[in-house]
C-alpha cells in the first residue's frame, strides 16, 4: 500500500546501508515480564508478532541481561539461553521478513535488584535495592566481554541487531556520571576516563558481531538529574559512539532517581525530541527520539522538523498493536491511544507484575484473551456506558453480537467525563474518541438520555443483560453534611457549585488529589505547553545544564487557593496513588502549597468550617467549601429492581465491585467477560 500523503516522512524507509528498515516507527523496548515467565518463548513471540502484523517497522525487545549480576531477568549468555530468542525472531521473521527484531542488552548496574549488584563505585542508588560491589579491573573487563558474547548470542539467535542501554542509571550510565562514578583509575575522574567503559563496550560488541549487524546506543541525552550529564559531555560521548561504529543512536531522558516525569499524562506530547533534534544536527547517524509521542500525527510533525530519524513508540504498542497499519489506512480514529497512565504497564513493572494496558486488557495476553467471532449471535443490552460499559459492549459486538448500549447521560465515557477535565488528564478524551468510533464500526445501537429501568429491559426481552452502571459517591454520615458549604466532587469537577478560597478536601485518594490539582491550577484547565510543563518541573531546554535541571528554578502558577487535603487513616498522604506516578502528584500539589494532614477524624460541618480531631487534637478548619471526595459504592437501584423481577443480569465495573475500582479493572473485568 501506498504511503498517505499526510505521512511523507513516517512511511519513508531508512537504508542503513546494509539494510533497510521499512518506515520510520519502532516499537521501543519495554520490560513486560514475559520474559521471565514459563512460556516465555511463546509468549513473547505472540506479543512481538501482533505489532508486526500491525505495521511497525523494527521492534526493540525487552532489556536481556548479559550475565547473572547484570540484573534478575532473562540472561543470554549460553547457547541454551539462545534457544528461546531463536523461536522468537523466527515467529518475527516469517510474519514479515522486512521488520527488524533487535535485542537489548540491558546491565542494571547499581539497579540490578540482586546482591550480586556491580558498579563503578560502591553507591547505593537512592532506589537500589543494595550496596554494589565496587569493580576491579578484572571484574570491568569481564562485564565488557559479557556485553560482546550476548551481542554475539543475539546474532546466532536470528535477531537483526541489539540495542546497548547507556542510560537511566544503569551500569554505562553509571560510569559516565560523578555521582555515581568516584574511581580515580583509568575507569573515573576526567571526563574522558568516565566515558571509556562506554565506548569500550561499543568497540568490542562492534568487533564481535561484524559490521552488518545493527547496532544501536542509547544514550542519556538528558537525563533530569541534579549534576548530571553536561550538553559537552552528551555530545562528546555521541561522537565517540557514532566513531565506533554505532548504526543508530537512541535518545532517552531519563535517570530512575530523577525528579522529574517524563513519560506521565502530564508530560506534554514530544516534549524532549527537540533534545534530540539538537544532538541531531552534530552527527550523521541515524537518531532515534522518544517519549510521549502517542499518535501518529505527533511522529510526523516531530520527524518533519528534523529533531528525529525514528520514532520510538514503547507504551503506544501496548494501547495498540495496529497503531502504525491504522495510520496507514487512513483509519487513525480508531488508534487506541496510549494515555500515560502507566496503571497497568511501568507500575506492573515496578511491583513485579505482568506489564499490560489500561486501554487494552490484551496486552501481553495475546495468548490467553482474544475475541473470536460467535457462531450464535445474541441480544445484548449493556447498560452505562462508562469505561466498563463500552469495553464490554464494543468487544461482544465485535465478536458478532448484536448490542444496544444504554447510558442516562448524553455523552458515553462514564467517570471518565470528569477524568478528562483534570489537568494534565486531557488524554482521556483519546479514549472517549476510540470508544465513540468503535460503536460506529461495530455497528452498536447508543441510546443516549435513556435512564434504564426493570420494565425496559423485561420487556424488550434481551438474550443477555450486562450492568455497568458505576458508582454513586460516598455521602459520610457526619453531622452537617449537607451545609451548603459541602460539595460533592462531582458538583466541584462540573463547575455545578462555587468552589471558594480556602477549601477543605474529605478524601486523599485518586479523586481526592485530582480535584486538588483542578482547583490550584490557575487559568482554564488545558495540557500543558512544553514551556510551562518545563518552567513548572524546573527543565532548561536551552541552555541544557547539568542533566538539564541543575540549578534551574522552579516555577509554578497556582490559582491562589488555600487547600488541604485530609485522609482518616495515619499512613502518608498519597501513598495508595499510582507507583510510578504517585511522586509527580505529591510534588505537583507540595508546589501548590497544598497541605496534607492524615489522621483525621470528621466531627462536624457547619458556619464556622470543619470541626475535626487531628491525631487526638481538636482543630477547626476554617474554610468556605468543603469537597467531599470519600470514595463510592456501587450504583445497583436497576440491579435490584431486576433481582426481584426475577430478570438475570451481570453487574461489571464500579457496579459489581465500587471498592478500589480504577478503570484498569473495569475495562479487564469487562474485557475478560466479553471474550467468555
Ligand atoms: P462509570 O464510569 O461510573 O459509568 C457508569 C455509567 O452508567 C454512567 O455513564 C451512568 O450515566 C450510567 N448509568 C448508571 N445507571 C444507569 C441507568 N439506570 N440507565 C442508563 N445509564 C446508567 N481511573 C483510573 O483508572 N485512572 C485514573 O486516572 C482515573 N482518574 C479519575 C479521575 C476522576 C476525577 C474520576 C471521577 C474518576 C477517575 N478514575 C480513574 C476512575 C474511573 O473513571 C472509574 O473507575 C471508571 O469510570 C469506572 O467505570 P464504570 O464503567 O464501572 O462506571
Ligand atoms: P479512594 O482512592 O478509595 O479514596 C477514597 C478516600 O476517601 C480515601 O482517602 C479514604 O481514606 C476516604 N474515605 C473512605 N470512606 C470515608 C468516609 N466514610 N468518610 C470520610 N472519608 C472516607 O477512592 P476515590 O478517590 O473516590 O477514587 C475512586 C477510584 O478511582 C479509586 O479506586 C482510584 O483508583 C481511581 N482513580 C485513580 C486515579 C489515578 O490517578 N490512578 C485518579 C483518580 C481516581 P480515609 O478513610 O483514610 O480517609
Ligand atoms: Fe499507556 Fe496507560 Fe496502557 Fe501504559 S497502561 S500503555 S500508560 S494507556
Given amino acids: ?62 532489556g536481556i541481561c548479559p550475565n547473572r549480576e547484570a540484573g534478575r531477568g532473562a540472561v543470554l549468555a549460553t547457547p541454551e539461553d539462545a534457544v528461546m530468542h531463536a523461536g522468537i525472531t523466527k515467529a518475527v521473521h516469517e510474519a514479515d521478513p522486512d521488520v527488524k527484531i533487535v535485542m537489548q542488552i540491558l546491565h542494571s548496574g547499581p539497579l540490578a535488584g540482586t546482591p550480586e549488584c556491580v558498579a563503578p563505585s560502591a553507591i547505593k542508588s537512592r532506589i537500589g535495592a543494595f550496596v554494589p560491589r565496587e569493580m576491579d579491573e578484572e571484574l570491568i573487563e569481564k562485564q565488557i566481554a559479557d556485553f560482546a558474547t550476548c551481542a554475539r548470542l543475539a546474532k546466532e539467535a536470528g535477531y537483526d541487531g541489539v540495542e546497548i542501554i547507556g542510560s537511566a542509571g544503569y551500569l554505562i550510565s553509571a560510569f559516565l556520571v560523578e555521582k555515581t562514578n568516584q574511581r580515580n583509575d583509568r575507569w573515573g575522574g576526567s571526563w574522558e576516563n568516565r566515558m571509556r567503559f562506554a565506548v569500550e563496550v561499543v568497540r568490542r560488541v562492534r568487533a564481535t558481531v561484524g559490521r552488518e549487524f545493527i547496532l544501536i546506543f542509547r544514550i542519556s541525552a538528558m537525563d533530569m538529574l541534579e549534576g548530571g550529564l553536561a550538553w559537552e559531555e552528551v555530545l562528546s560521548l555521541a561522537k565517540a559512539i557514532e566513531a565506533e561504529g554505532a548504526d543508530i543512536i537512541s535518545t532517552h531522558f531519563c535517570w530512575h532517581e530523577a525528579f522529574v516525569p517524563t513519560i506521565a499524562t502530564m508530560v506534554p506530547r514530544a516534549a524532549f525530541a527537540q533534545v534530540t533534534g539538537r544532538l541531531r544536527k ?81 496486552a501481553c495476553r495475546e495468548t490467553e484473551l482474544n475475541f473470536p467471532k460467535v457462531t450464535k449471535a445474541e441480544r445484548i443490552a449493556v447498560v452505562g456506558a462508562g469505561p466498563a460499559g463500552l469495553a464490554y459492549a464494543t468487544i461482544a459486538a465485535e465478536r458478532g453480537h448484536k448490542v444496544t448500549l444504554f447510558d442516562a447521560a448524553d455523552e458515553i465515557g462514564g467517570q471518565f467525563n470528569l477524568a478528562k477535565r483534570i489537568p494534565g488528564k486531557e488524554e482521556f478524551y483519546e479514549t472517549l474518541r476510540y470508544f465513540a468510533r468503535m460503536i460506529e464500526v461495530h455497528g452498536i445501537d447508543l441510546r443516549l438520555r435513556t435512564r434504564v429501568d426493570a420494565a425496559m429491559l423485561k420487556a424488550a426481552g434481551f438474550d443477555r443483560v450486562i450492568l455497568a452502571t458505576g458508582i454513586e459517591p460516598r455521602t459520610p454520615e457526619i453531622e452537617g453534611i449537607t451545609h451548603p458549604k459541602a460539595i460533592s ?87 495508595s496513588l499510582g ?68 430478570v438475570a443480569a451481570t453487574l461489571i465495573g464500579g457496579a459489581f465491585e465500587a471498592m478500589e475500582l480504577d478503570a484498569k479493572r473495569a475495562i479487564k473485568q469487562a474485557s475478560e467477560l466479553a471474550a467468555a
Fill in 1 to 62: 500500500m501506498n504511503a498517505p500523503a499526510k505521512y511523507p516522512h513516517l512511511f519513508a524507509p531508512l537504508d542503513l546501508g546494509f539494510t533497510t528498515i521499512k518506515n520510520r516507527v519502532l516499537m521501543g523496548s519495554m520490560h513486560t515480564g514475559l520474559e521471565d515467565v514459563a512460556d516465555a518463548g511463546p509468549r513473547l513471540a505472540a506479543y512481538f508478532v501482533e505489532r508486526v502484523r500491525g505495521g511497525v517497522g523494527m521492534i526493540i525487545t525487552g
Fill in 282 to 362: 552534530h552527527l550523521r547517524v541515524p537518531m532515534i527520539t522518544s517519549n510521549r509521542i502517542n499518535m501518529p500525527s505527533v511522529a510526523e510533525e516531530v520527524l518533519a522538523r528534523g529533531d528525529a530519524d525514528l520514532i520510538s513508540m514503547a507504551r503506544p504498542m501496548l494501547a495498540d498493536p495496529d497503531l502504525v497499519k491504522k495510520a496507514l489506512e487512513g483509519r487513525e480514529d480508531e488508534i487506541n491511544t496510549c494515555i500515560g497512565c502507566n496503571q497497568a504497564c511501568l507500575d506492573h513493572t515496578f511491583t513485579g507484575q505482568i506489564t499490560s494496558c489500561l486501554v487494552n486488557a490484551r
Fill in 489 to 575: 466532587y462531582i458538583d466541584a469537577i462540573l463547575g455545578r457549585k462555587p468552589v471558594g478560597k480556602r477549601v477543605a478536601i474529605m478524601g486523599a485518594g485518586g479523586i481526592g488529589f485530582d480535584v486538588a490539582e483542578l482547583i490550584t491550577h490557575a487559568g482554564p484547565s488545558g495540557a500543558l505547553d512544553i514551556p510551562t510543563f518545563a518552567a513548572e518541573w524546573g527543565i532548561d531546554f536551552t541552555n541544557h545544564p547539568r542533566g538539564g535541571v541543575t540549578g534551574v528554578e522552579k516555577r509554578v502558577q497556582t490559582s491562589g487557593r488555600d487547600v488541604t487535603l485530609l485522609q482518616r487513616r495515619t499512613t502518608s498522604v498519597g501513598k
Fill in 579 to 646: 507507583r510510578t506516578t504517585g511522586w509527580t502528584h505529591r510534588l505537583s500539589l507540595q508546589r501548590r502549597d497544598v497541605k496534607m494532614v492524615n489522621g483525621v477524624d470528621y466531627l462536624r460541618i457547619d458556619d464556622a468550617g470543619l470541626h475535626a480531631l487531628v491525631n487526638g487534637e481538636p482543630m477547626l478548619f476554617e474554610v468556605d467549601t468543603i469537597i467531599i471526595c470519600a470514595g463510592q459504592e456501587p450504583s445497583r437501584v436497576l440491579h435490584d429492581e431486576l433481582v426481584s423481577q426475577g
